[in-house]
């Protein structure tokens, strides 16, 4: 079974289930995969930035191949899996229509079955709402040496779906990236702030396909700051020509870990100020993204959160609710529908594209749509149980949330307790006063929550 059998296979089967079919890199990728080559040697081969390769365009490859064979796909198993799907597809002599695959039509692309909205909105998608003046901010922010950019908002706002466009972005520019999930790190390398900072250089690294040398330059007697800083400027930065995209996504990890906080922090405002001292640090590029306000304590003087651009992701407005709704098909011209969605959910975007997705699939109407909103049965369940859950866990949470929600006017939270809450969207916060974002949360946690 060769290589051009199974690409075209692929695209046949992709374009059925109406998606589009394998771009270019894509097929690199599955190239590599194929021959058995590590997506570092790809990126060198192809000149594609192996951060750029691994972290976002091959978890959307992989992730669209299980769609084509309908179980889970990984780097390991792929090949094996491939072979097994087209080898029984051939057995039982099913064929398949023959179709252009070399390209996708912008009219396919139009009428191209939505996916079910979850996590971060992949790169081709047509259903991705633009932020342009947000994105062209961030565009022209990393292309300045020694650049900082802090993305905020909580959580499924469309951090991450942002971020995937500032990473193509820079990928373009020919930078090297390297993207960092720290919701991805095991506990116990929050221990200490040198365990941390080993972790941490070890992995950009392996993504910048350089090999790890921290045992040469970690210094037991001059601190691990000064060791990690020595190994990014004497080492991983002296050994490339083009910037770096140093991309940390759900750094409000670290904010549950004071101790890693107040030296880590401190040490990414060091980089930035050195910038501007130094060529050498201009190469790097920082993207910080988190959910909330720091609540760690620091020195203004050495906090990286009030410097560079920052960048505050907002709920839909009214017109970016009717322009998705027009990506599905919907037409919602008299504004009723669109109002209704709009003061049970805020605007909130996850929260609207899902209703979106629903109401084009016709599942339901957007009567019983908002009926069932704040209830166990409802489209918003999961999503409404996921907070149930965290509340469950903290009970001091909860007790916030329902003091905010037994109260016609902003409160006065417990600080800790409004970040987190703001974190997980549940309030906003007006000035050192926090309310309840919108009604959904409103009508479910007023069943769900005891009053105190």
């Not at 049965?377 to 409404?384: A, P």
């Not at 309030?427 to 974002?437: F, R, S, Y």
Request: proline share 5%.
């Amino acid at each position: 079974m060769n290589l051009d059998f199974v690409l075209k296979a692929i695209n046949r089967k992709l374009l059925e289930i109406d998606c589009p079919p394998l771009n270019n890199v894509e097929r690199i990728i599955l190239q590599g995969i194929w021959n058995y080559k590590t997506y570092n040697l790809v990126a060198e081969e192809a000149g594609y930035s192996p951060g750029y390769l691994s972290n976002v365009v091959a978890p959307e490859l992989l992730r669209r191949i299980s769609d084509v064979l309908g179980q889970k796909v990984t780097k390991k198993n792929c090949r094996a899996k491939l072979k097994t799907y087209l080898t029984s597809k051939a057995t039982s002599k099913k064929t398949i229509p023959s179709q252009n695959v070399t390209m996708l039509s912008s009219d396919i692309r139009q009428v191209m079955s939505p996916r079910f909205p979850s996590g971060a909105i992949s790169l081709d998608s047509p259903f991705y709402i633009q932020r342009s003046d947000i994105e062209k901010q961030v565009y022209a922010e990393i292309e300045k040496p020694g650049a900082l950019v802090r993305i905020k908002a909580p959580q499924e706002m469309g951090k991450t779906s942002l971020l995937l466009r500032v990473m193509d972005y820079a990928n373009r520019l020919d930078y090297h990236i390297v993207n960092l999930d720290l919701q991805q790190v095991d506990q116990d390398i929050f221990s200490n702030i040198n365990r941390f900072l080993r972790w941490f250089c070890a992995n950009i690294s392996r993504q910048l396909n350089i090999e790890s040398r921290l045992d040469g330059y970690w210094d037991e007697d001059i601190g691990c700051k000064i060791s990690c800083s020595l190994y990014f400027q004497d080492y991983l930065l002296d050994s490339i020509e083009s910037p770096i995209l140093l991309a940390l996504d759900e750094v409000n990890q670290i904010f549950e870990h004071p101790e890693i906080a107040n030296d880590f922090f401190p040490l990414l405002r060091s980089w930035y100020e050195d910038a501007k001292r130094h060529p050498v640090w201009q190469k790097l590029r920082l993207v910080v993204v988190h959910s909330t306000e720091i609540y760690v304590p620091l020195n203004l003087k050495q906090s990286p959160f009030n410097v560079g651009l920052p960048i505050q992701l907002h709920n839909f407005s009214l017109k970016e609710v009717v322009k998705l709704a027009k990506c599905y098909k919907l037409n919602w011209k008299d504004g009723e529908q669109v109002n209704l969605l709009m003061a049970m959910t805020g605007g909130h975007p996850a929260l609207v594209h899902l209703a979106i997705y629903h109401l084009s699939q016709g599942d339901v109407t957007l009567t019983e749509l908002l009926q069932t909103a704040p209830t166990s049965t409802g489209i918003y369940s999961s999503h409404l149980q996921r907070h149930q859950v965290k509340l469950q866990d903290e009970p001091e949470l909860a007790i916030a949330l329902s003091t905010a929600i037994h109260s016609t006017e902003p409160i006065l939270l417990e600080p800790i307790y409004a970040y987190k809450l703001n974190s997980m969207g549940l309030v906003k916060l007006d000035g050192n006063k926090a309310v309840l974002t919108h009604q959904l949360y409103r009508d479910y946690f007023q069943q769900t929550l005891k009053p105190i």
